[in-house]
């Protein structure tokens, strides 16, 4: 069974700085990888996904991730923050056939903005 | 455009108390699913249903009963609610041909179980 690991729960950065949430996952074959964030009080948004082709993909608001195989990473990026970024932040791994019916989320990376 | 709409939004309940979350979904999307989201867990599959007519158990079924009641809702039931499901509860939705597992999420549903 596929699984992630967000190591960091918590992390401070402040405005206009560089982010780097890392994300690891176990899975036997090609994963499907998604970030997701969380604002307070609400439901989960897609920030970006990776299926296959480039390893370095686009999202919203200025986020990009990279899948390093050998690693099994999928390390969320962003290079400088703003306050509206503050949230939690989810990893999640698909299985690579079609259905895809079920995703497994990290257990959450927690940002923090300061001025 | 509403998306996936969850009610309540808020609900207290006593030990032993049963109660039903709904959840509807107005983009025509084949796959439902119910999440709870737990501090230092993450969000954990309680039940899913790919397609109207079935269901499956996810990672923490235990407690809980869901109905596909037509293509646009999917409700969950606590029969004897126990402290232990004080949660905050998540449904989503996803279409069923879209193969790139993108899910849709309602605002939540906070359950206190005291």
């Known amino acids: 069974a596929q699984s992630v690991t967000q190591p960091d729960i918590h992390i401070t950065v402040s405005e206009g700085a560089s982010l780097e949430l890392r994300c690891n996952y176990s899975?036997?074959?090609?994963?499907?990888l998604f970030w997701y964030v969380q604002s307070p009080g609400q439901g989960l948004q897609l920030l970006l996904k990776?299926?296959?082709?480039?390893?370095l993909v686009q999202g919203i608001k200025g986020f990009e991730a990279e899948f390093k195989r050998s690693q099994s990473s999928f390390n969320l990026r962003k290079p400088s923050v703003h306050w509206s970024d503050a949230a939690e932040y989810f990893c999640?791994?698909?299985?690579?056939?079609?259905?895809?019916?079920?995703?497994?989320f990290g257990t959450g990376t927690r940002l923090t903005i300061i001025p | 455009n509403a998306g996936v709409t969850q009610t309540p939004k808020f609900q207290v309940l006593k030990t032993g108390q049963s109660m039903t979350l709904q959840c509807a979904q107005d983009?025509?999307?084949?796959?439902m699913y119910w999440y709870r989201q737990d501090p230092g867990m993450g969000l954990r599959l309680i039940y899913y249903?790919?397609?109207?007519?079935?269901?499956d158990k996810g990672e923490v079924p235990n407690g809980y009963n869901v109905s596909r009641l037509n293509k646009r809702e999917f409700s969950l039931r606590l029969e004897s609610a126990a402290p232990s499901q004080t949660s905050v509860y998540f449904c989503?939705?996803?279409?069923?041909?879209?193969?790139?597992?993108?899910?849709?999420f309602g605002e939540g549903s906070r359950l206190t179980v005291l």
């Open positions: 999640a791994v698909g299985i690579s056939n079609f259905g895809n019916e079920k995703l497994t």
């Open positions: 899975y036997g074959a090609t994963p499907y």
């Open positions: 990776y299926f296959s082709g480039d390893t």
């Open positions: 983009m025509n999307h084949n796959s």
């Open positions: 989503a939705s996803r279409p069923r041909n879209q193969n790139t597992g993108e899910l849709f």
């Open positions: 249903s790919a397609s109207e007519g079935t269901t």
